[in-house]
């Protein structure tokens, strides 16, 4: 038993995650003491519900959960999108194709160097209506092409890493390309790449948020609405931040884990 | 070093250069067609350009530009505070006692694991309803407005938003901050400890070890990591106009929202912030290089 | 030996752990002013951590150091008045990188003795001449050959005037054709009246330089004698086969 605290990676899961989250534990007391001198009132019981009501005896997701549940959606489908962009673009960057070289460059600048919310407005007001897409596509897609545009970095470190040797050995036994992508190159790529794609999840989960700017009943929407409420401010705050400080802690410990486990074979 | 580089050299250029072409030409001509038939939008870049640079009744400065300014002064101070903030909690994380890194880690790893957007609404409520108050900052900022002097109002904007500036400063500073400090963090570990141990075993004094020996090591490192910091921190000051702090995106909002050019509005806010961007890191990237020109290029 | 002058450093029941290995068992040790002793023993012996226990980058957990009749309890860093008094030459050199040699050499003179930036110069000249080194003041470190960078850090450490002079393993990282020169010049050093403790690999260097030699083995002191004694009439059965191993292989090398 205390051998298992000796484990690195049981050290680091401790300390990325349990002592951030008792410190903060200590700061909101203390944040709840100061603002007792100023005659707030805390009402944390009243947070409860916005978790999960109870109507006779069966329990249903309150807003902040369900709110939860569309962050997820968007995150897991925007992250799907995420790697398809990420791949292609990376592939158009390594290929020797002008245009595709040039298109992938475009890309890459112009949503590198533009806020993600401005290229939200853009989507939502300028491309959504052309291209007549509603909220939650807009906001999936409007994610993927951001989160894309750094994954790609990733792909194309991945796909550089792999030794030509690997290539040559696929080609040379008869290997069609795509089959040697498919069954050689990929799997070695994705193994490496599976720490580094978890903080684009994470990245994503995060970056999510910021769709509750053209109303999509996320967590972050289902927070400001029901501020607006009940003037809990406070409370729900801190439990919608508690509440992704839990998920993308989650994430980044599962990367850590995974990387031992890789570290380990 | 042989990578996957030279066999991707051996597609067929013609092919895939002629499919993409064609599918950009296709997609600009539907885009094209959805704007003008199936939405029927009515472009009207004159009147958007006229709108957007017009000076006010009294001659006073663009809407538009005074956004532009908002957001350079607070990139500008946001850069200043989390520089300083940054560099503070990063060496108290690596160097720091069990207690100061411990403190120092939770807030790099809580700043950089909540949404931006999330930290900005407590911490706007935070400071506007108990900071501000508790430091006096309100009764400082509401003097009237002559007494500001024209460097002032230069370097820090119009008096009747200077509060709403500082709010702006310290939400994206604080960020900025954790992941500066991660930057921080990681350049001093990157320094060999053989470093750290021949200035110890040559009796140089601990600021100076910083100073001379390991501080320019580790800046020469973390100088690319911390030009993407910078330019990261002037795009994410477009979300504290969420909290009415009036910069590019919020004055772009409300001109959009005005004039009903939502097209037009929208792709020239996202056009400026673009050279905004582009031509700070191509500014940085020259002042890295003339920063990292005086230490010696070592492996 | 150790027992005509009076002992400089002192080790007195000295142990220290790594987590759960002990690297230093109950280590007794008293090295003399001026005197140049070799420490050697096979990987993992707890040479490099005993003498990095004298300049405190290591601290122990039990018993005494004493430096300069200083005693240094477990824990305990160097005391300000011995900073820079102990001067080490690490295996890996540690030159700054971004620093020209001259630089390298000055920047301790300047912080810690204040001295101004001409005088220190001026003496970081002197021991790169005296090292054989003085026309590359200007060059940056990785302008320079293994043996010529160890030679430097040799220098950097002489310009602190040094009355303690460690090396840890000076000669490991050099290519076989630059360790002579780096050995010529710490055999330089010998008539210095420096006290030098040097952990090496080097037997014929240690025949040659030291006054003493002390072999350690899973962190205790084994066996400590006089070099012709050492090796010609080794007494311990781990001295014999350490010595044993070690010249086969340079016999067969």
């Known amino acids: 038993m205390i051998g298992l605290f000796r484990r690195p990676w049981v050290r680091r899961v401790l300390s990325n995650w349990i002592q951030p989250a008792a410190i903060a534990g200590i700061l909101v007391f203390a944040v709840m003491r100061g603002a007792e001198n100023i005659n707030y009132r805390w009402q944390w019981y009243r947070v409860d519900d916005f978790l999960f009501t109870s109507e006779n005896g069966a329990w249903a997701a309150g807003p902040l959960v369900q709110g939860l549940f569309v962050t997820l959606e968007i995150s897991v489908l925007s992250l799907f999108l995420t790697l398809v962009i990420g791949l292609v673009t990376a592939l158009l960057r390594l290929s020797s194709s002008m245009v595709g070289r040039g298109l992938a460059r475009g890309y890459l600048e112009l949503i590198r160097n533009t806020p993600l919310l401005i290229q939200l407005y853009v989507m939502y007001f300028v491309l959504g209506p052309i291209l007549g897409w509603g909220q939650t596509t807009t906001a999936i897609a409007c994610l993927a092409a951001f989160q894309g545009a750094y994954t790609s970095e990733i792909f194309r470190?991945?796909?550089?890493?792999?030794?030509?040797?690997?290539?040559?050995?696929?080609?040379?036994?008869?290997?069609?390309?795509?089959?040697?992508?498919?069954?050689?190159?990929?799997?070695?790529?994705?193994?490496?790449?599976?720490?580094?794609?978890?903080?684009?999840?994470?990245?994503?989960?995060?970056?999510?948020?910021?769709?509750?700017?053209?109303?999509?009943?996320?967590?972050?929407?289902?927070?400001?609405?029901?501020?607006?409420?009940?003037?809990?401010?406070?409370?729900?705050?801190?439990?919608?931040?508690?509440?992704?400080l839990a998920v993308t802690l989650a994430l980044s410990t599962a990367a850590a884990m995974a990387e031992r486990r890789r570290a380990g074979a | 070093m042989s990578t996957v580089n030279q066999w991707t050299g051996r597609f067929r250029p013609t092919r895939l250069d002629g499919i993409l072409l064609v599918g950009l030409v296709a997609a600009a001509g539907w885009m094209w067609y959805r704007s003008a038939v199936g939405v029927a939008y009515r472009w009207d870049w004159p009147q958007a350009l006229s709108t957007v640079f017009a000076a006010g009744d009294a001659g006073e400065t663009p809407f538009f530009l005074t956004g532009i300014y908002a957001t350079l002064r607070l990139s500008l101070w946001g850069a200043v505070l989390a520089s300083i903030l940054g560099v503070l909690i990063g060496v108290g994380r690596y160097a720091g006692g069990r207690t100061l890194r411990m403190f120092c880690g939770t807030y790099i790893q809580i700043l950089r694991n909540i949404p931006p957007l999330v930290f900005i609404f407590i911490f706007y409520f935070f400071i506007s309803s108990q900071l501000m108050p508790l430091l006096g900052l309100d009764a400082l900022f509401n003097r009237p407005a002559e007494e500001a002097s024209g460097w002032q109002r230069f370097l820090f904007g119009p008096p009747a938003l200077w509060e709403n500036l500082v709010s702006g400063v310290l939400c994206i500073s604080f960020i900025s901050a954790a992941y500066i400090a991660e930057?921080?963090?990681?350049?001093?570990?990157?320094?060999?400890?053989?470093?750290?141990?021949?200035?110890?075993?040559?009796?140089?004094?601990?600021?100076?070890?910083?100073?001379?020996?390991?501080?320019?090591?580790?800046?020469?490192?973390?100088?690319?990591?911390?030009?993407?910091?910078?330019?990261?921190?002037?795009?994410?000051?477009?979300?504290?106009?969420?909290?009415?702090?009036?910069?590019?995106?919020?004055?772009?909002?409300?001109?959009?929202?005005?004039?009903?050019?939502?097209?037009?509005?929208?792709?020239?806010?996202?056009?400026?912030?673009?050279?905004?961007?582009?031509?700070?890191?191509?500014?940085?990237?020259?002042?890295?290089?003339r920063m990292t020109r005086h230490f010696h290029q070592f492996a | 030996m150790s027992g005509d002058t009076p002992s400089i450093i002192a080790f007195e029941d000295v142990s220290k752990w790594f987590g759960t290995f002990q690297v230093l068992r109950d280590v007794d040790l008293s090295i003399g002013e001026g005197e140049c002793v070799v420490i050697c023993g096979p990987s993992g012996s707890g040479k490099s951590t005993l003498i990095r226990c004298i300049n405190r980058l290591e601290t122990h957990d039990r018993g005494v150091v004493r430096v300069h009749?200083?005693?240094?309890?477990?824990?305990?860093?160097?005391?300000?008045?011995?900073?820079?008094?102990?001067?080490?030459?690490?295996?890996?050199?540690?030159?700054?990188?971004?620093?020209?040699?001259?630089?390298?050499?000055?920047?301790?003179?300047?912080?810690?003795?204040?001295?101004?930036?001409?005088?220190?110069?001026?003496?970081?000249?002197?021991?790169?001449?005296?090292?054989h080194i003085g026309d590359q003041a200007e060059k940056y470190p990785d302008q320079l050959s293994g043996g010529q960078q160890q030679r430097v850090a040799i220098a950097r450490a002489l310009c602190m005037q040094p009355d303690i002079l460690l090396f840890d393993e000076p000669t490991s990282s050099l290519d076989p054709e630059m360790i002579r020169e780096v050995l010529d010049v710490i055999f330089e050093l010998t008539d210095s009246g420096i006290t030098m403790v040097c952990v090496t690999h080097e037997m014929g260097f240690a025949r040659k330089v030291s006054d003493r030699v002390v072999f350690m083995d899973h962190g205790e002191i084994v066996e400590s004698a006089a070099p012709d004694a050492f090796f010609d009439a080794p007494r311990e059965e781990r001295t014999r086969a350490f010595l044993n191993q070690i010249l086969h292989y340079e016999a067969t090398a």
């Not at chain 1, 290539?167 to 990929?186: M, P, Q, T």
């Not at chain 1, 720490?195 to 948020?209: D, F, G, M, Q």
């Not at chain 2, 929208?266 to 191509?282: D, E, G, H, K, T």
Request: aromatic share 8%.
């Open chain 1, 157 to 244: 470190a991945g796909l550089r890493a792999i030794p030509r040797g690997q290539v040559e050995a696929g080609e040379s036994l008869g290997l069609k390309r795509l089959d040697n992508y498919r069954y050689v190159i990929l799997p070695q790529v994705l193994r490496n790449m599976l720490p580094p794609l978890t903080n684009e999840a994470v990245s994503l989960v995060k970056n999510s948020s910021i769709v509750s700017v053209i109303a999509i009943f996320d967590l972050t929407t289902q927070g400001r609405n029901l501020i607006a409420d009940t003037f809990l401010t406070f409370e729900i705050w801190l439990t919608v931040a508690a509440i992704y």
């Open chain 2, 183 to 289: 930057v921080v963090r990681a350049g001093l570990a990157a320094i060999p400890r053989g470093q750290w141990e021949a200035g110890e075993s040559l009796g140089i004094p601990v600021l100076d070890r910083y100073r001379f020996v390991i501080f320019p090591q580790a800046l020469a490192r973390i100088a690319p990591p911390l030009t993407g910091q910078y330019i990261s921190l002037v795009k994410d000051s477009s979300i504290v106009s969420l909290i009415s702090v009036q910069e590019l995106t919020f004055v772009g909002s409300e001109i959009a929202n005005s004039s009903g050019l939502l097209f037009e509005v929208w792709l020239l806010v996202a056009f400026v912030y673009f050279l905004l961007c582009l031509s700070l890191s191509i500014l940085l990237r020259q002042v890295e290089r």
């Open chain 3, 69 to 131: 009749g200083v005693p240094l309890g477990p824990g305990e860093r160097l005391p300000r008045e011995l900073r820079g008094k102990i001067g080490m030459v690490f295996q890996s050199f540690n030159l700054f990188p971004h620093m020209t040699v001259l630089r390298n050499l000055a920047l301790a003179p300047m912080r810690n003795l204040r001295m101004d930036k001409e005088k220190a110069e001026e003496t970081a000249l002197t021991y790169l001449e005296r090292v």
